[in-house]
């Protein structure tokens, strides 16, 4: 960013007494995150760097606060374009490792008690008043699961649902010669989506809640009623065996099988 740029930024942001700060939001292309800078700033010494250097420039802006924690130094400054300036003009002087401004983003947290489904009930199995509940409200308070966990789901077959959104199609397989894709057939009756549901359904205030949201998860067909049909037992075992070890290769910590029931 040029200098005549961040001086039309700070022309602005006026200052008044009741006003922190008067701030704008980069919004990244294809994402619904908003990132507001802030008139802090944030940044790390280079090893051995000379400090009578570094301070000269924050000697020539009004800063306050300035604190030391974790090896970062951070500071506050009158507004948002003075903390852009006195960044560049840290950078310039090659004290610095990194400097920035530092940046906030409003996240929207959704509860899933807040969950349509669990407020009315339909979810009894993850509650614990339920004969059958899991309790799982008592493993919220602890982890949602993470992104590093894979689940593999065994079943007829898993469509691309917006409840799912770390359904990995890409590891998605199917295990039978019917068709290539994973993709449910006509007739499923979207038994592998509500297993897949129950397991990692997101916690965003639509339908159902999953027990580990934040894990992600990926399909796989079986083709059920032609194993059904198989009475060569050796050969539906080694069917069996060869599907739960693709599965393990593609990453899968957890399996969740119907047919190993």
């Not at 005549?4 to 701030?23: A, G, Y």
């Not at 974790?70 to 400097?99: C, N, P, R």
């Not at 920035?100 to 009315?120: C, G, M, R, T």
């Not at 949602?144 to 199609?169: F, M, Q, S, Y």
Request: aromatic fraction near 10%; hydrophobic fraction near 40%; glycine fraction near 6%.
């Amino acid at each position: 960013m040029r200098s005549d740029q961040l001086n039309d930024i700070r022309k602005l942001f006026p200052t008044k007494p009741e006003i922190d700060f008067v701030s704008f939001a980069l919004t990244p292309e294809n994402d619904k995150a908003c990132f507001y800078a802030t008139n802090t700033v944030v940044l790390e010494l280079k090893s051995g760097a000379n400090t009578s250097d570094f301070n000269k420039v924050l000697a020539q802006h009004p800063v306050s606060g300035k604190k030391e924690s974790y090896g970062m130094i951070t500071f506050k400054t009158k507004d948002v374009g003075e903390a852009f300036k006195i960044s560049h003009e840290l950078l310039q002087s090659g004290t610095v490792k990194w400097v920035q401004p530092n940046f906030i983003e409003k996240l929207k947290v959704h509860s899933a008690l807040a969950e349509p489904w669990y407020q009315d009930g339909k979810l009894f199995q993850l509650r614990d008043s339920s004969q059958f509940g899991i309790n799982a409200e008592l493993a919220w308070k602890l982890s949602k699961g993470c992104r590093n966990i894979k689940v593999a789901v065994h079943d007829k077959g898993l469509p691309v649902h917006p409840e799912l959104p770390n359904h990995r199609v890409d590891l998605s397989f199917s295990a039978d010669n019917e068709r290539q894709d994973a993709l449910p057939y006509e007739d499923d009756h979207n038994h592998g989506l509500g297993c897949a549901a129950i397991i990692g359904a997101a916690h965003d205030g639509e339908g159902m809640a999953g027990v580990a949201p934040n894990c992600e998860l990926f399909g796989v067909r079986l083709g059920l009623d032609l194993v059904w049909q198989n009475t060569d037992l050796s050969l539906s075992e080694e069917w069996r065996i060869w599907v739960l070890m693709l599965s393990i290769c593609l990453g899968a910590l957890v399996l969740y099988n119907w047919l190993l029931r």
